[in-house]
C-alpha cells in the first residue's frame, strides 16, 4: 500500500467506496499532513450542501476523529487487535478546545459513518471490546449515531442551538426513523417544525413527538 494509505482512506470513505486499512503503526507526519489536507479539501465542498452555514472547522479536531475513525477500522479488519490497545485507539474523549459546534461538527465531518461501522460488527459478540469502544462514541457523539439502535438517552446540547447542525440531526432522525431520538421536547419540537405540513411521510415520527 502507498505510504498515503490514510489519505486514501478518507478518500474513499466520504465518497462512499471500498475502503482498505494496513495493520496497526505508528503515523507517519507526512501520511497525516496529506490525510489533513484531503479532509479539509473536502469539508469545503461538504459545507455547501448543509443547511445553512456551518460551524468552523476545527481542524486538529477533525484530524484526531479521523484518526480514530481509521483505528477502529483496523481494530475491526485486524481482530488480534489486544483490548487494552483497543481502549488506547478509541477512548471517545476529545481533549482538544473548540466551540461546542464546531466540535460535534469537526468530529462528524468522518463519525457520521459510524452506524454503518456498527453495522458491520455485526457478527461480532456484544461485549467485544470493540464494540463497547464504539457504542461509548454514539453516546458521547449523538450527532453521529442518529440511527444506531439502544444508545438511550444522549445529550445532545453541544449542537442543538446551532441552526444548521440542529437541522442536520433532524434530517437524520426522520430519515432513518429514530423515534427513540425524540425523548427531549426541544428535539420533539424541532422534528415537528421540520415535517411541517407533510406528516403523512413519517406518521411514526409525528406519533413519536406526542410523547
Not at 24 to 38: G, I, K, M, R
Amino acid at each position: 500500500m502507498s505510504d498515503n494509505v490514510f489519505a486514501q482512506f478518507l478518500i474513499a470513505l466520504q465518497n462512499g467506496e471500498r475502503v482498505l486499512v494496513p495493520s496497526l503503526d505508528e503515523f507517519d507526519p507526512t501520511e497525516l499532513d496529506a490525510a489533513v489536507h484531503s479532509l479539509t479539501e473536502f469539508e469545503r465542498s461538504y459545507r455547501s450542501a448543509l443547511p445553512g452555514t456551518a460551524p468552523a472547522l476545527a481542524v486538529e479536531v477533525a484530524a484526531w476523529a479521523a484518526k480514530k475513525f481509521y483505528r477502529a477500522c483496523q481494530c475491526l479488519v485486524f481482530r488480534d487487535v489486544s483490548p487494552q490497545a483497543i481502549e488506547a485507539e478509541l477512548d471517545p474523549i476529545c481533549l482538544l478546545n473548540a466551540a461546542p459546534a464546531s466540535l460535534a461538527y469537526s468530529v462528524d465531518l468522518t463519525w457520521r459513518f459510524l452506524p454503518d461501522l456498527l453495522k458491520l460488527t455485526g457478527g461480532i459478540a456484544a461485549d467485544d471490546p470493540l464494540v463497547t469502544w464504539l457504542r461509548r462514541w454514539a453516546v458521547e457523539w449523538p450527532l453521529s449515531s442518529v440511527g444506531v439502535p439502544d444508545v438511550g438517552d444522549v445529550n445532545v446540547s453541544r449542537f442543538m442551538d446551532d441552526p444548521c447542525l440542529r437541522m442536520v440531526y433532524v434530517d437524520r432522525i426522520i430519515a432513518r426513523r429514530d423515534v427513540r431520538r425524540l425523548n427531549e421536547q426541544r428535539v420533539r419540537d424541532a422534528v415537528r417544525e421540520a415535517m411541517g405540513a407533510f406528516p403523512e411521510l413519517a406518521p411514526e415520527m409525528i406519533e413519536g413527538c406526542k410523547a
